[in-house]
């Protein structure tokens, strides 16, 4: 098992966000995590990542056979795994160039790998700007700094295509895209997807399914998954709406 | 403070054995005797003006300085110096303690007519030219280290660019220092540029040799109507030492000034920088950069006279305090009742590293007429956190993240210089002095000799 997820409890300023989280995901797969707004998938994505504003209250989650919670911020992206985050952050003056080269330096240095040389380097970036149809220069544009919603997605998705991690979690990369942007970025996750990664796909819409095929869908709500099954979950959420869900959920409560 | 006093008056009885060699500098000698007896008169100011500040630099100046009576020779300097910006582009003019050391003539005249090289000489060619230049620093500012600059220099860079010649070459001008005994050293230098003359120039404050040293220095310079002028400091000084820089420009109309003050390591540093609007559609853009950390203490002080009509200025100062440094920034703009259609802006951006580190920054806009566009904002803050996660959440280590990001922060600056060999230099010393590589060293900055790679590059060029 890539990812294991047991019983997770999170909360942030002594609200409880999470409450019994589980989820097992392995090699090869895709998943989906649908839920309506607020219900805690992006502070899912955000432990993982190890932001450390949230409380962990009970629960673990294991890594590659490894407790993710003894890891640093830098240790887990070393160890392969990308947040595709829903709100990337600007930053000026940083090149997205210089930026890819430090975080691809560091990580091959963590797994013993000799470093790529500037014209090594400079070569996979042609090659992974072309898995999002970029064409600018990113040694000239400063990360995410005045970028459209639909160009931070993409340089998301570009990064991951230079780190080719091994588990990568999409959080709402389709909100806010347009059709063509939405099928540039979904192309490229699938040219990304191999026998040995896994991706898990959080989206509030069915929309971006179409283009990225799951192998399993799961419903958040209320702080835990509340109902799984494969791609046909997500048409039937996209034809009842989470009312359907949350009915369901309310009834099986009393 | 009293000790101080009785210092500078041996100070002046020294420096009268150096007026006796040249008895034809007797208009000169006048003007500063007057001028020292000014400066025994009046307490001194700016030592007083700022609490915390006087009092932190007390024990800086109860050193027992002297004077350097006689000029260096510049054999002693082949083996001690090199710089890295030189090359084949750029011409070098080294002072060291004080004294203009000349390789060829204390005078360089270049073929399209430039002349650069040693004030005292150029006092002694052309008196009648050089010498109300001298007369003209006035006790501004109610700055005593200006006055003490007047009573005492006995030589400096004089710089003479003739009406429409465009300089090709930039000039590199350093203040060098080598000595053990406590040094006072008060440069006094002179640029001229005739009406659509143009020139970039670097100015270095450096030390090639630990010494405790009080560096005076007081530039002025003159931008005829249509002139260009790219002015770089450099500053790069050892803990202990104290430097007052003082820079005074006056520009005609149409002429533009383009100022970048970088201060990398300073024991206490204060730079002046003043600039008079004359003529209509004269621009300032003045820049600073300060890197400083340990106890280290810098302050920049502007002053932006607008005097004509329809001129704009520019100032961007941005700095970095780390541990238990002090950094403060005094912007002053004046828009004058007859200078409509003004445009003048400030920025002063900062980011302090620890608790310890101490930064203040004070905007002062005084405007006598409604046709202005002003603004002012400052600034002073830590890395961003989100930021930081981001560049954590690639793989990145916290140590790198955070060079990353002050990188960025310093090369809105550093970007802005205009010679290439000293802008690549300029981003290098940065990079350096973020990691904690550049101590003020025994040999120049500029040398970087020991090019040794670097464990991770900063930037790549495409
Ligand atoms: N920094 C924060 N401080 C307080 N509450 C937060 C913070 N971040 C998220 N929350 C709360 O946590 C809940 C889940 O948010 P989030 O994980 O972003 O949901 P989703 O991504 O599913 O829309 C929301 O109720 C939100 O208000
Ligand atoms: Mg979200």
């Known amino acids: 098992m890539l990812l294991k997820i047991e019983d997770l409890h999170v909360s942030i300023k002594g609200k409880e966000i999470l409450k019994g989280f589980n989820l097992n995901v392995d090699r090869g797969e895709v998943h989906a995590i649908m839920g309506p707004n607020g219900t805690g998938k992006s502070t899912l994505a955000s432990v993982i990542a190890g932001k450390d504003i949230y409380d962990i209250t009970r629960g673990s989650i294991t890594y590659k056979d490894k407790n993710l919670f003894n890891l640093s911020v830098e240790e887990r992206a070393r160890e392969g795994i990308f947040i595709g985050f829903q709100y990337p952050v600007e930053i000026p003056g940083v090149s997205i160039a210089n930026f890819m080269r430090a975080a691809l330096n560091e990580i091959y240095r963590y797994k013993g790998i000799p470093e790529l040389t500037a014209a090594q380097f400079l070569r996979l970036m042609e090659e992974k700007k072309k898995v999002v149809e970029l064409t600018e220069k990113l040694s000239e544009r400063s990360v995410n700094e005045g970028f459209s919603g639909g160009e931070k997605k993409r340089n998301e998705i570009f990064q991951m295509a230079m780190l080719d991690p091994e588990l990568s979690i999409l959080d709402e990369t389709d909100s806010g895209l347009d059709i063509d942007a939405l099928r540039i970025v979904a192309n490229g996750v699938n040219q990304l997807k191999k026998a040995s990664n896994a991706t898990i796909v959080i989206t509030h819409y069915q929309r971006l399914l179409d283009y990225i095929i799951p192998d399993k869908v799961h419903v958040l709500y209320d702080g835990k998954i509340v109902k799984s099954g494969d791609k046909t979950l997500a048409i039937e959420l996209e034809e009842k709406g989470y009312e359907w869900i949350k009915k369901e959920y309310e009834q099986g409560k009393c | ?462």
């Open chain 2, 1 to 462: 403070m009293d000790g101080f006093i009785q210092n500078m008056r041996q100070c002046f009885e020294q420096h009268r054995a150096i007026s006796l060699t040249e008895p034809h500098l007797s208009e000169l000698h006048a003007l500063q005797a007057e001028a020292q007896q000014h400066f025994l008169q009046t307490q001194p100011y700016c030592l007083q003006s700022k609490k915390t500040t006087s009092s932190s630099i007390e024990h800086l100046l109860q050193r027992n300085y002297g004077l350097q009576l006689t000029p260096c020779t510049y054999d002693s300097l082949d083996s001690v110096f090199h710089c890295s910006i030189e090359n084949r582009n750029t011409a070098m003019f080294v002072l060291l303690n004080g004294w203009y050391l000349y390789r060829h003539s204390a005078l360089t005249i270049f073929p399209d007519g430039v002349v650069a090289g040693s004030l005292r000489a150029a006092l002694k060619q052309f008196p009648e030219w050089v010498l109300p230049h001298l007369k003209e620093t006035e006790y501004v500012l109610n700055n005593d280290m200006v006055t003490l600059n007047k009573a005492l220099f006995y030589d400096g860079f004089f710089i003479y660019v003739p009406d429409n010649v465009i300089a090709d070459s930039p000039l590199q001008m350093v203040n060098l220092v080598r000595t053990t005994n406590p040094l006072l050293i008060p440069n006094r230098d002179i640029v001229i540029l005739g009406k659509n003359a143009s020139l970039k120039m670097a100015h270095c404050h450096d030390t090639i040799q630990h010494g405790k040293t009080l560096i005076d220095d007081v530039t002025h310079i003159h931008l005829g109507d249509g002139a260009s002028l790219h002015y770089y400091k450099i500053e790069n000084k050892e803990h202990d030492s104290l430097l007052f820089d003082h820079v005074f420009v006056e520009q005609g109309a149409g002429s533009r000034l383009y100022s970048g003050t970088l201060t990398f390591n300073a024991g206490h540093a204060q730079n002046y920088l003043s600039t008079n609007l004359r003529g209509p559609h004269a621009e300032a853009r003045l820049n600073g950069l300060y890197l400083v950390d340990k106890k280290q203490q810098i302050q920049n002080h502007v002053f932006v006279n607008h005097i004509a009509p329809d001129c704009k200025s520019h100032q961007l100062y941005k700095g970095i305090a780390d541990e238990e440094a002090t950094a403060s920034f005094h912007g002053h703009i004046l828009v004058n009742e007859h200078a409509t259609r003004t445009e003048a802006y400030q920025s002063s951006k900062n980011i302090t590293l620890t608790n310890t580190a101490h930064v203040t920054t004070q905007p002062f806009l005084e405007i006598y007429t409604d046709d202005v566009q002003c603004s002012h904002g400052a600034t002073i803050g830590q890395l961003n956190d989100d930021a930081l996660f981001y560049l954590r959440s690639r793989g990145i280590c916290e140590y790198h993240a955070r060079m990353l990001l002050m990188h960025a922060f310093t090369k809105e600056i550093t970007d802005t210089i205009d010679i290439h060999s000293l802008r690549d230099a300029m981003t290098e010393l940065v990079e350096k002095r973020l990691r904690g590589e550049l101590q003020s060293c025994q040999n120049c900055i500029l040398c970087c000799n020991d090019k040794k790679e670097l464990p991770w590059q900063m930037d790549i060029k495409i």
